[in-house]
């Protein structure tokens, strides 16, 4: 079975710039999940979509911060314009109702400059 | 909502021993519980997953418990080796929010050679 695919692996850019981050989750994964992980914290739940619906964003920035699941498989977060404060490890996770935990990628880390 | 405390923060032993990563979580009602490693600058690799009618889950030198009454859970490394070294990661769901994972801050694990 294949993994969870995310890309890019590495990405730097300057403050107010925009970037996006693409992830394909592991097939017939019906929920999907980005997390931020901010350096020494745990990751922290930014959205979550069941199919290609969003079924919590309350953790994301909206302002600044979109992701969208087109299709209910792959899915892009972006963030326009980025802050300093941006800069994190972007984490997509997926999981189906078959196997009740998550499978991880191996995530973006974006720095902001 | 959901706290996740990881005890202690980091951690040093000498190749060969035996130890006990602790978690704790404010809120009993969990769905799962999932332990996963993550290695410096990569993502999260599932270890064990304890459903919540479970109590405990083994995997070769790992050992899982879970106490939901108390709100705790450990994970026990057999003869510890370097190749353990990473940061271990404990992370609780609950039912009524579509499964999503709340994660502690982890244990950062060295193993001496």
């Known amino acids: 079975e294949a993994g969870v695919a995310q890309s890019p692996r590495y990405k730097i850019i300057e403050k107010r710039q925009s970037v996006a981050f693409w992830c394909n989750p592991i097939s017939g994964h019906a929920t999907l999940y980005w997390y931020q992980q901010i350096l020494g914290q745990g990751p922290k739940l930014l959205i979550q979509f069941q199919n290609n619906g969003v079924v919590d964003d309350s953790q994301l920035p909206k302002d600044r911060f979109s992701a969208e699941r087109l299709k209910g498989v792959d899915s892009t977060l972006k963030i326009q314009p980025a802050k300093l404060e941006d800069s994190a490890v972007y984490l997509c996770?997926?999981?189906?109702?078959?196997?009740?935990?998550?499978?991880f990628g191996s995530g973006t880390r974006l720095t902001v400059v | 909502k959901q706290e996740v405390t990881q005890i202690p923060a980091a951690l040093s032993v000498p190749e060969g021993e035996n130890l006990v990563l602790n978690c704790s979580f404010t809120?009993?009602?969990?769905?799962?519980l999932q332990w996963f490693r993550q290695d410096p600058g990569k993502g999260l690799t599932s270890l064990l997953l304890i459903q919540s009618s479970q109590r405990e889950q083994t995997s070769g030198r790992l050992n899982a418990s879970l106490d939901k009454s108390s709100g705790r859970s450990t994970l026990y490394i057999a003869a510890s080796q370097p190749g353990d070294s990473a940061t271990y990661l404990c992370a609780v769901s609950k039912r009524n929010t579509g499964n999503q994972f709340y994660f502690g801050t982890g244990t950062s694990l060295t193993v001496i050679p």
């Open positions: 809120d009993s009602a969990i769905y799962n």
């Open positions: 996770a997926s999981s189906s109702a078959a196997t009740y935990g998550y499978t």
